[in-house]
């Protein structure tokens, strides 16, 4: 299982990487394989802001369509439009091509909050 010790993580199954006030947000490993092959990744918030924990998109898989939460209150900045004709991006690179959003982040309190890739592999009990 692969767990970055340089991201942040969510009890949703999101990566954070944070970069100044913009974070770049993904799925993890762990939550590619349980979906399975990713076929679709839906993004309708780009330039809108969210609080945290709002849908952000949706992933669609061959067997299910799960929400994604937003990790961090912020402004939707830029989707990875690669996802678009390259989804399957999502599993075979979930840290780096299968990126999702980048957000202006509006509270950098909140970091604070988000899980250890140590507290992360305890969570899904890796």
Known sequence: ???PANLKYTK????VSIDGE????????????????IVYVEVETLDQT???????????????VSDLFLPLSG???????DLESNPEA??????GAGW???VKISDASE???LLSSEDYAALIGA
């Open 1 to 3: 299982m692969n767990i």
């Open 12 to 15: 949703d199954h999101e990566w």
């Open 22 to 37: 913009i974070a770049t947000v993904g799925i993890t490993d762990f939550a590619q394989k349980e979906l399975g092959d």
């Open 50 to 64: 969210l609080a945290k924990d709002e849908v952000f998109g949706t992933v669609e898989a061959v067997k299910t």
């Open 111 to 113: 970091v604070a909050q």
């Open 90 to 95: 999502v599993n075979s690179d979930s840290y």
């Open 100 to 102: 999702m959003v980048k």
């Open 75 to 81: 402004e939707i900045i830029a989707f990875n439009d």
